[in-house]
């Protein structure tokens, strides 16, 4: 859908590890009509069962991108802002300017995304968890599950750009 659709912001993975996350992602991205950028390497194969069951019969839909490495992606998007998202950064999502041109781009599940390519970014924020072990001296959650954090900051970004009009 997003292909004839260039003026939206843009989701990329950094070298995704769970097939059934890029799965309900590019689901997700297909809802906001979006479209999902892949760096590479993957930790699957595009022809994993997982995959397929996790973006149901919506994959073949979905406006998705595959990319050798960082370096060729940021080349190629000049002229967009690349917004890290991570649980490292205290800078949280709600302290962002969107605009429809910019880059949401997410790390692997594993190390979420490395200090090399966090230094690339133009803005780097997480998403503020009230009930997260930095804020809970008993513990709490270390971080959100990759397709539902990608989703939050879909949903955040597309609601602040006035993009979720059903027309």
């Known amino acids: 859908m997003n292909k004839f659709n260039i003026n939206r912001p843009r989701v990329a993975l950094f070298e995704p590890r769970i097939p059934q996350n890029t799965g309900t992602i590019g689901r997700s991205c297909l809802a906001f ?6 760096i590479k390497p993957t930790g699957f194969s595009f022809e994993d069962k997982y995959l397929k069951r996790a973006g149901l019969d919506y994959w073949s839909n979905v406006d998705v991108h595959l990319y050798d490495s960082f370096e060729e992606y940021k080349m190629l998007f000049t002229n967009s802002r690349i917004i890290a998202l991570t649980k490292k ?4 999502i709600s302290n962002i300017t969107f605009k429809n041109t910019d880059i949401l781009l997410f790390g692997r599940e594993d190390t979420g995304l490395p200090d090399d390519i966090l230094s690339m970014c ?5 998403i503020p968890m009230p009930g997260g072990s930095q804020m809970l001296k008993t513990g ?3 971080s ?14 597309c609601l602040q750009l006035n993009l979720l009009s059903k027309s």
């Open 89 to 92: 950064s205290n800078n949280t």
């Open 122 to 126: 133009d803005v780097i924020a997480g």
């Open 33 to 38: 009509d979006l479209a999902l950028d892949i």
């Open 140 to 142: 709490g959650v270390r």
């Open 144 to 157: 959100l599950n990759l397709s539902v954090a990608c989703g939050i900051v879909c949903y955040s970004a």
